[in-house]
């Protein structure tokens, strides 16, 4: 079966850094992207791997582990318009379009 | 422009009503995709259509009628809905991923869907 996990909530402080877990048990592997979801937004991209090692974009990066079935967001300085949802998402086959979404994380910054 | 409009924002409709709800996107994107998102869940994919033809169908009832009657247009047709059907409609659209390459989602801002 399809299976990717992410821990459900998690709370920071303003400033700080966090780092939200993906662990993925799919049929094939040809990618994983990031998503940020604001409360009654829509998604936005974030990030993307598909090779092994870190990707870094101003105060996100993510970094990705195929062997380990693995990957990690990490945010750093932490802004209180970080609050919100974190997707976890792989597409699995190259001959589709499909993404299959982890369960998401809410992450919760306070001053 | 990278924007993924989506039409009505909101929709209450009765059980037996026939609606539809409609997305469009002008970045020259081959694929687009439905998604329906219950609350503080993520979303979950419900057709893709690659080059205005359908190529995955995640076992949807028929109640929901996807149409892509062109590369810029996506439909969704939705008749005798149950209010289990209330979520929001998330519509996105991308380059065709082939092979190896893999291209992000835009996504749009959604429908909320009300069935009474």
């Known amino acids: 079966g399809q299976n990717i996990d992410q821990p459900t909530e998690m709370t920071a402080t303003e400033g700080a850094i966090v780092q939200i877990n993906c662990t993925y048990q799919?049929?094939?592997?040809?990618?994983l992207f990031w998503y940020q979801q604001h409360a009654g937004e829509a998604p936005t991209f974030l990030s993307y791997n598909v090779l092994d090692g870190l990707e870094e974009k101003g105060r996100f990066s993510s970094f990705l582990s195929r062997s380990k079935g693995y990957s990690y967001l990490l945010l750093k300085e932490l802004q209180m318009k970080d609050s919100a949802s974190y997707l976890c998402?792989?597409?699995?086959?190259?001959?589709?379009?499909?993404?299959?979404f982890g369960t998401g994380t809410r992450l919760q910054v306070f001053p | 422009d990278t924007e993924v409009t989506q039409t009505p924002k909101h929709l209450v409709m009765g059980m037996t009503n026939k609606k539809s709800l409609k997305c469009e996107q002008h970045?020259?994107?081959?694929?687009m995709y439905w998604y329906k998102q219950k609350a503080k869940k993520p979303p979950e994919l419900m057709f893709v259509?690659?080059?205005?033809?359908?190529?995955i169908n995640e076992s949807v009832p028929s109640r929901f009628s996807p149409e892509c009657p062109n590369s810029s247009l996506l439909n969704l047709h939705l008749h005798a809905l149950q209010p289990e059907d209330s979520a929001l409609y998330l519509c996105?659209?991308?380059?065709?991923?082939?092979?190896?390459?893999?291209?992000?989602?835009?996504f749009g801002p959604g429908t909320r869907l009300t069935v009474t």
């Open positions: 259509y690659s080059y205005e033809k359908l190529s």
């Open positions: 970045m020259g994107h081959r694929a």
């Open positions: 996105a659209s991308s380059q065709a991923s082939s092979g190896l390459s893999s291209y992000e989602q835009y």
């Open positions: 998402a792989v597409r699995d086959h190259p001959a589709t379009d499909k993404l299959i």
């Open positions: 799919t049929s094939g592997f040809n990618g």
